[in-house]
Structures are given as structure tokens and as C-alpha cells.
């Protein structure tokens, strides 16, 4: 079955980076884009850009232009997601979400991860 | 870019209600709209997608209606494991994308 399996939480200090995966099983991996959307506690979803795995194109929103890079590794079909220069409005969870339809940008999310919370703290 | 006004932003309703959640993008979307229900704790399910298109799985109690600017997502019949937030998610054809502000429906 399809599956998107996301790593752990994180705690990071401000200023820092981090790295979260999100390891996709159950559908052929390079036929589709993976969307990245985050949460703040108690708040609604923003949508932060999003990766296509068949040819690696990105695009990111303006608000996270030159703080995120969003990579595939076909051999293992993950997706990652690295956020530089942390601040304490990051703490959220992320979430990875497959785009619905093969070979296009994903507009419409079938399948999410189960989200990792990153905390941004001193 | 593109915006979405949705309401209301919490909803008490009973069991049985029809329910009834609001979206309104900022300029002509066509049904470019779908909608995700978010039970707590755990990440949004796609309920309805393209407006009106019910996802597989998804009981019929739920349905989707709207074209242009003005979107709907309506509960026909509530039950209890409907407690969620509720979002519409929007793009257009420059594919930028935005979740409406949610809707939290209490049973």
C-alpha cells in the first residue's frame, strides 16, 4: 500500500539547520511530485513548495526562497526537506504529501506522511 | 497570489445535522478547490477533490459544490467521527497554491 513514512521529531536552536526525510513506498516514486506543507501549533496549513521526482525541478514559495532545499534520492524514493537559519516561528510540524497525479505538479494531495514536529528553541 | 476566506472558522452542530462549510477564493479559480478534513492529532485527508469530486473512500455524506469563486462543502447527515477541522485548498493557473484558515467543527 502506499505509504509516506517521515523521520523524527527534531529540536534545533535558532540559527540552526535541519534535515527531515520522508521515505515513500507502494507507487512508482519517479511518476510523481511531493509537496511539502507545515503546521504551526494550534494553526492552520501553509503550503511551502514542492519537488518533482522524476526530473528534480523545485519550487519553493517566496516566503522560504533561499531558507529551504527540497532533494530526491531515487535509489531509496525519499524526499527531503532542509531548512536553514531556524527561528522560533519554524517550530511546526511538517508534513510530505504525494501529488495526486502522475507527471504534474502537485496541486491536489492523496497521501501525507504522519508529519514531524521540528521545535525551535534556545 | 492567490487568497481564500473560509467560514466559519468553528462550527457546533449535533449529530444528524446538515453542516455546511464556506469557501471564497479571491479571483476566479474554475473548481480548482479541494477539500481536506484533519482529525487531531493526525495529518488532512483528501475528502473532495476538483470542488466536486468525491475521493475514493470518502462516504457520500460528503459532497462539494462550487465553480469560479464560491465553494461549499457540505455534511449531509453529521456523525460523530466527523470531529475535525476542515480546509479548502486552493490554486490557479500560475499554481499557487493556499489553504483556507480551517474550519474546527464540534459535535
Known amino acids: 500500500q502506499i505509504q509516506l513514512l517521515q523521520s523524527g521529531p527534531e529540536v534545533k536552536r535558532p540559527g540552526a539547520s535541519v534535515k527531515v526525510s520522508c521515505k515513500t513506498s507502494g507507487f512508482p516514486f519517479s511518476n510523481y511530485g511531493i509537496s511539502w506543507v507545515r503546521q504551526a501549533p494550534g494553526q492552520g496549513l501553509e503550503w511551502m513548495g514542492w519537488?518533482?521526482?522524476?526530473?528534480?525541478?523545485?519550487d519553493y514559495i517566496q516566503k522560504f526562497q533561499g531558507r529551504v532545499t527540497m532533494t530526491t534520492d531515487t535509489s531509496t524514493n525519499t524526499v527531503y526537506m532542509e531548512l536553514r537559519s531556524l527561528r522560533p516561528d519554524d517550530t511546526a510540524t511538517y508534513y510530505c504529501?504525494?501529488?495526486?497525479?502522475?507527471?504534474?505538479?502537485?496541486?491536489?494531495?492523496?497521501?501525507w506522511g504522519q508529519g514531524v514536529l521540528v521545535t525551535v528553541s534556545s | 497570489d492567490i487568497q481564500v476566506t473560509q467560514s466559519p472558522s468553528s462550527l457546533s452542530a449535533s449529530v444528524g445535522d446538515r453542516v455546511t462549510i464556506t469557501c471564497q477564493a479571491s479571483?476566479?479559480?474554475?473548481?480548482?478547490l479541494n477539500w481536506y478534513q484533519q482529525k487531531p492529532g493526525k495529518a488532512p485527508k483528501l475528502l473532495i477533490y476538483d470542488a466536486s469530486d468525491l475521493e475514493a473512500g470518502v462516504p457520500s455524506r460528503f459532497s462539494g459544490s462550487g465553480s469560479g469563486t464560491d465553494f461549499t462543502l457540505t455534511i449531509s447527515s453529521l456523525q460523530p467521527e466527523d470531529l475535525a477541522t476542515y480546509y479548502c485548498?486552493?490554486?490557479?493557473?500560475?499554481?499557487?497554491?493556499?489553504f483556507g484558515g480551517g474550519t474546527k467543527l464540534e459535535i
Open positions: 479571483q476566479d479559480i474554475s473548481n480548482h
Open positions: 519537488i518533482s521526482a522524476y526530473n528534480g525541478d523545485t
Open positions: 504529501a504525494r501529488g495526486a497525479w502522475e507527471f504534474q505538479m502537485p496541486t491536489t494531495f492523496d497521501y
Open positions: 485548498q486552493v490554486y490557479d493557473n500560475l499554481l499557487s497554491l493556499t
